[in-house]
């Protein structure tokens, strides 16, 4: 079943209409403090080693059962769009059915000379929080006990 597709302001529409939904950031937790979605949850998909080298987290899947019911409608960002399509193909395999990927994610998409084609959430003027607390990773992770 083909991911819904979404761009940020209809992903803010959707999470005002459904307060139940959750907004999913798949970004690493240093791009997560500089900023997010407000009301966001971050789950990091791939941690960053180097410029260029990422590495899967391994404990993705598991922090996410833990913290997220799998009946729960997720809308799923990261800095552009191209983790957050791989973060909704991870969780439909473990089960999550109520899926969309935000095209544009925090910072917006670029083409390859790199024009903005899709705004990203934090120049659609839409509402950004800086604050961790209980959405943070390292708290989603001690929550799940791993």
């Known amino acids: 079943m083909p991911i819904n597709q979404t761009e ?3 992903a803010y529409e959707t999470l005002q209409q459904h307060p139940d939904a959750v ?3 798949v970004r690493t937790e240093q791009e997560f403090a500089q900023g997010d979605p407000a009301g966001a949850i971050n789950i ?3 941690f960053i080693k180097a410029p260029g080298q990422m590495e899967a987290n391994p404990e993705f899947i598991t922090v996410a059962e833990k913290a997220l019911p799998k009946g729960k409608k997720l809308i799923v960002g990261c800095m552009a769009g191209g983790r957050s399509q791989r973060a909704c193909e991870m969780l439909e395999q473990a089960g999550y059915m109520d899926l969309t990927n935000v095209r544009g ?3 917006g998409a670029r083409d390859q000379s790199g024009q903005v084609i899709v705004a990203g959430w934090r120049d659609a003027g839409l509402p950004v929080s800086q604050e961790l607390g209980e959405d943070s990773y390292r708290s989603l992770r001690m929550k799940a006990g791993v």
């Open 8 to 10: 940020p302001p209809q």
């Open 44 to 46: 990091p998909v791939v």
């Open 23 to 25: 907004y999913l950031d």
């Open 105 to 107: 994610g925090f910072g």
